[in-house]
């Protein structure tokens, strides 16, 4: 898609992240002009969120493209998010693809939003004020939803994302995530207690998400927020060196995202994202061929099918939940 430049607006939405020059760079290197690469740097999320918004209506191009500056992007990827936004029906006011996401072990929908522009007046309008939400961006979105603008989930792995990051934005994330992401306790803390053993990054996420769970204040998506600061200089941890521009090259992210292989807890308890062959964008059958052999050398013959069953009613189970909090 040669015609990036005049399609879309991107905006590095950042909190001052170590990887954001790196973000950036990549950014540029999947065919966007420097100039046509904003950069957003406020807090709280709201007014972030409402900035990016504004400039998008501003420059007024058909798209615009928010990047996490903790998201890294893999060549090709913006390229294809637009041409599966291109296929669209015209009500469709987000697109966004996924990620291998370093603290989840595997994909997951973070980072990337590609808005239509013409909505984003609606999307104004629809932004909560900072404490209704923990997730304003989701909730934005399921505000769109309701009032006819659906959004849409793309099985196009872009990136990668929360590789790099300093220890001080890895424990404030993690202090947020004990209250986005407490239904999965169960699986991150034993996830991040393992691998804490080789990788530093983990123990800094245990900690980061045990002072969550300890805090009786309110949590904000807001950098800002002096509780993170004063709890992690508790901690007493020599801060990771400035990362470097140049210092990871797109070719280097794309073979990260097409050899990724998560452990098998990742494979137990998101087993639909099995079937997604990543980077190629559609589910296939020899995708979801070699999960099931997967899952069967890690349950044995005699537990696929309690397996199976256990994520049908657990899947069942969660969605007839949030269709009842809605």
């Given at each position: 898609m040669n015609n990036l430049n005049q399609l879309a607006t991107v905006i590095v939405r950042s909190v001052g992240e170590r990887t954001e020059q790196l973000c950036r760079q990549l950014i540029v290197a999947?065919?966007?002009?420097?100039?046509?690469?904003?950069?957003?740097?406020?807090?709280?999320?709201?007014?972030?969120?409402?900035?990016?918004?504004?400039?998008?209506?501003?420059?007024?191009?058909?798209?615009?493209?928010?990047?996490?500056?903790?998201?890294l992007l893999r060549p090709g990827a913006a390229a294809e998010l637009l041409r599966q936004a291109e296929r669209q029906a015209g009500e469709v006011c987000e697109i966004q693809g996924w990620i291998i996401d370093k603290l989840f072990d595997g994909?997951?929908?973070?980072?990337?939003?590609?808005?239509?522009?013409?909505?984003?007046?609606?999307?104004?309008?629809?932004?909560?004020?900072?404490?209704?939400?923990?997730?304003?961006?989701?909730?934005?979105?399921?505000r769109m939803h309701d009032q006819g603008f659906p959004w849409r989930e793309v099985p196009v792995v872009l990136g990668i994302h929360d590789f790099e990051q300093s220890y001080r934005d890895?424990?404030?994330?993690?202090f947020v995530h004990a209250r986005k992401h407490i239904r999965q306790t169960d699986y991150l803390i034993p996830?991040?207690?393992r691998k804490a053993e080789q990788d530093q990054d983990f123990l800094i996420a245990v900690k980061g998400f045990a002072g969550g769970l300890e805090s009786l204040g309110e949590t904000l998506i807001d950098a800002s927020q002096p509780v993170y600061s004063e709890l992690f200089s508790r901690l007493e941890i020599e801060e990771k060196s400035t990362l470097s521009a140049q210092s990871i090259s797109p070719e280097t992210i794309g073979d990260m995202v097409d050899h990724w292989h998560s452990g098998p807890e990742y494979r137990?308890?998101?087993?639909?994202?099995?079937?997604?062959?990543?980077?190629?964008?559609?589910?296939?059958?020899?995708?979801?061929?070699?999960?099931?052999k997967k899952n069967l050398q890690d349950v044995g013959p005699g537990k696929i099918l309690p397996h199976y069953a256990g994520w049908l009613l657990k899947n069942c189970g969660e969605r007839m939940f949030k269709w009842s909090c809605r």
């Open positions: 999947q065919g966007f002009a420097p100039d046509n690469v904003a950069t957003v740097n406020l807090t709280p999320f709201s007014a972030a969120f409402r900035k990016c918004c504004e400039i998008g209506i501003e420059r007024d191009r058909r798209w615009t493209f928010c990047v996490d500056a903790d998201t994909p997951r929908q973070a980072g990337n939003h590609l808005y239509r522009t013409s909505m984003l007046p609606h999307i104004i309008a629809a932004i909560p004020t900072e404490s209704v939400d923990v997730r304003p961006e989701r909730h934005t979105l399921q890895l424990f404030r994330k993690c996830l991040w207690r137990a308890k998101f087993a639909k994202r099995n079937q997604t062959q990543l980077g190629r964008g559609e589910p296939s059958s020899a995708s979801f061929f070699q999960a099931f």
